[in-house]
Each structure stands twice: as C-alpha cells, then as structure tokens.
C-alpha cells in the first residue's frame, strides 16, 4: 500500500525521472535562428520543433542517426531541448589528455595539441581574408611540386634559387635594367645589341 507521503510524492518523481533522456536525431533543420531538430527518444517516442542549444562561437550540424542528451525544462516533456549531440561513430578518437579538435564526419579535422601545436589535415583550404600577417622566429617551410602567387612579390631579404629564375618582362637587378642592358663584348670597345 502507498502512503499518502509517496503519494504525493511520485508526480515530482515521475518529473525528475524524466527530465534528462536519450534520444537519436532524425530531422535537422539549420535554417532557422535556433537549429530544429526531430528526435526519437528511448522510449520510441518522436518529438519534433526541439531546439538545439549551441556553445557561443561554435555551430555544427550533426548528421542524422547522432546520438543527443535532452533536457525537460522544468520537468515538462513538451517542452524539450537537445543539449548535446555526437556520432560517436565518426568521432575523432586517441586524442591525449588535454588535446582539443574540430572533426568532420569525412575524417579531415583541426587539433590542438601539446607543445603548442596545431595541426590541420584537409585536401582543400579555402581562406578569404583582407590580409595575411605571419610571424615566424624560426622559420616558413613550404613544400609543394607547384607555388603560384599572382599579384607583386617584395621580398625584403636575400634571396636564393636552386633552380633557373626564368622572366617574362626583365628586370632589374643592382640597377641595371635586363632589357636595355648593352656590355662591352669579348674585350672590345663596341657594346653589345642588348640581352637575346
């Protein structure tokens, strides 16, 4: 038999029971200023319109089957968020204590590791500023079987190739001019026609 005590009690339990749930995502809608999700809960349950609460600075769009944490505000199914969401399928995974990474369900990621090391891994990077400053007290490394850059090159240092330098227009080099540049030839008084 159930004393009036417990009674009473078991809305509040029954509340508290509930307010934090599984669930799997269905539907993601990332148009709208909160994201919207469809999720079914453990109990097969399917609930729609569900915000997503999001971290300030970072936003994602998990794929469907993602595993979430919902949250009952003030114990009240109806009125369900989603707090957390992760496909631990596709999680990147062997990180080290303190590591922190942004990954992609394609496996391309950006990580941040010990010794104050950054390392980026993708086929593409696209980036779009107004301007690029790069500090570097021991060193810039590039390697690649092709470097292009359009637009006007200073180099304020020495420079060495290891290869030929081949130019289309001339240039100026210690204040001679390539293409009107005329020398003496073998010794003789008579200047040359000019660079070939």
């Known amino acids: 038999m159930v004393s009036p005590f417990n009674r009473l ?13 599984r669930a799997v995502l269905r539907i993601i809608t990332d148009t709208t200023q909160r994201q919207q999700l469809q ?17 300030y600075g970072h936003t994602s769009v998990p794929p469907v089957g993602s595993e979430a944490i919902t949250l009952a505000l003030n114990g009240n199914r109806s009125n369900l968020v989603v707090i957390c969401a992760e496909d631990k399928t596709v999680r990147l995974k062997d990180l080290k204590p303190g590591d922190s990474a942004l990954y992609h369900l394609e496996g391309h990621f950006f990580k941040l590791t010990k010794g104050k090391t950054g390392e980026l891994i993708v086929d593409t990077l696209n980036i779009s500023v107004k301007q690029v400053n790069i500090t570097a007290t021991d060193g810039v490394v590039i390697t690649a079987p092709d470097v292009s850059i359009s637009g006007n090159l200073t180099i304020g240092g020495n420079c060495e190739a290891a290869g030929r330098v081949i130019g289309q227009e001339g240039g100026t080099f210690k204040g001679i001019e390539s293409e009107a540049h005329r020398h003496k030839e073998n010794g003789k008084d008579n200047l040359s026609d000019g660079p070939q």
């Open 39 to 55: 999720i079914q809960t453990l109990a097969d349950e399917t609930d729609s319109n569900i915000e997503r609460w999001q971290n």
């Open 9 to 21: 009690l078991m809305p509040v339990k029954r509340r508290l029971q509930l307010m934090v749930d």
